[in-house]
């Protein structure tokens, strides 16, 4: 096995939905079940916040929802937790800044898909030397979704890593909605990473569908 070719890593970016049993308002299952039926290209299992399960409960769902991927052909990344992602045989793992450090991530999973968030040209230089194979940089918008998530950063972020020679795959995160996911790809970013906007949408396959078009076009 090799690490992941950047082109096929681009693609998969596009729209890039994460969430967890704390985001849905029905069963995740079905949540993911429509968000793929609406074009999502690749999921992240994320179950953090209020009422997040831990245990068997989140081993439990975490099978269930990667059943569901491997169904659609829909590679399936964990967040955080890497000894469930090397158990799940998953396809990849995404880790921030306060996370376990990205070489050690990289050791551990072998060609396993790397995500790591990066806010400053230093820990992007260092995210890239450790072995990351895409960056998340946000939060672009103001989002409720994540307590502890950093200021704002804005679409110009991503147009600074760009214009400084980052060529790495980059997903945008952080309150994208189909309003304004055109203007983080504009500015560069390979696709773009949703929790709400799909999540709690009225008409999840709807939804899923129009972002999929802003970043088609
Ligand atoms: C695609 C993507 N980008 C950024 C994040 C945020 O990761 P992190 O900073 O580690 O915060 P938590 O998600 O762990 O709360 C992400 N999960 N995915
Ligand atoms: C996990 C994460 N990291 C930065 S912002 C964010 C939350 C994104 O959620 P939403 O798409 O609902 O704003
Ligand atoms: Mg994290």
Redesign the pocket.
Known sequence: MSRINTHRLREMLKLYFIMGSPNCYKEPAEVLKEAIAGGITLFQFRE?GNHALTGVEKVTLAKELQTICKKHDIPFIV??DIDLAISLDADGV???Q??EPVAKVRSRIGDKILGV?VHTMEEAMSALEAGADYFGVGPIFPTKTKEDAKPVQGVQHIQHFREKGITIPIVGIGGITVENAMNVKEAGADGVSVITAISKASDIIKAAQSLRQQIEY
């Open positions: 953090k967040n955080d995404h880790i921030g306060e996370d968030s």
